[in-house]
């Protein structure tokens, strides 16, 4: 039986028939009562928007997503999620997060500022070996 430990009280217990521990089954069914009834009035709500309106937490609302519980009643984009971190992307396109999106573009910038430090680095190296095979023709002749 496959052992995990419960998201929501990090109780050891047998996963293989639900995803929270026993003790923890009816509150995740009510915060998935919840889920559903704030669906049913507006079912175009990202996960964040769900945890909000619900009060309950983030990492729930992504549970129920992972294990499909409420993945059809999600409507358009919020089915995208970033490829970095799982949060829901900004656009279908992109499928990244705001903040994912940020750091790339970081990561982006830092990569082409190595790239044109490397590139003056080359440089360097040429001349130095361009003087040393002059050096060494100078002492053939
Ligand atoms: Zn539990
Ligand atoms: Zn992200």
Redesign the pocket.
């Known amino acids: 039986m496959p052992l995990s430990k419960?998201p929501?009280?990090e109780?050891i217990?047998d996963k293989s028939n639900f995803p929270?521990?026993n003790?923890?089954r009816e509150l995740e069914e009510a915060d998935y009562a919840l889920v559903k009834d704030a669906l049913a009035v507006n079912s175009d709500m990202s996960a964040e928007q769900v945890a909000e309106e619900c009060g309950i937490d983030l990492v729930v609302v992504k549970r129920m997503l992972d294990t499909g519980k409420v993945k059809l009643v999600f409507a358009g984009d919020t089915s995208v999620t970033c490829g970095r971190c799982g949060a829901p992307a900004i656009s279908a396109s992109k499928k990244l997060c705001q903040s994912c999106l940020d750091a790339l573009n970081r990561e982006v910038a830092m990569a082409q500022k190595d790239m044109r430090l490397g590139g003056r680095k080359k440089v360097e190296l040429g001349q130095f070996s361009t003087n040393v095979r002059k050096t060494l023709d100078d002492k053939r002749i």
Request: with cysteine; aromatic share 12%; hydrophobic share 35%.
């Open positions: 419960c929501r009280c109780k217990f929270v521990c003790a923890c």
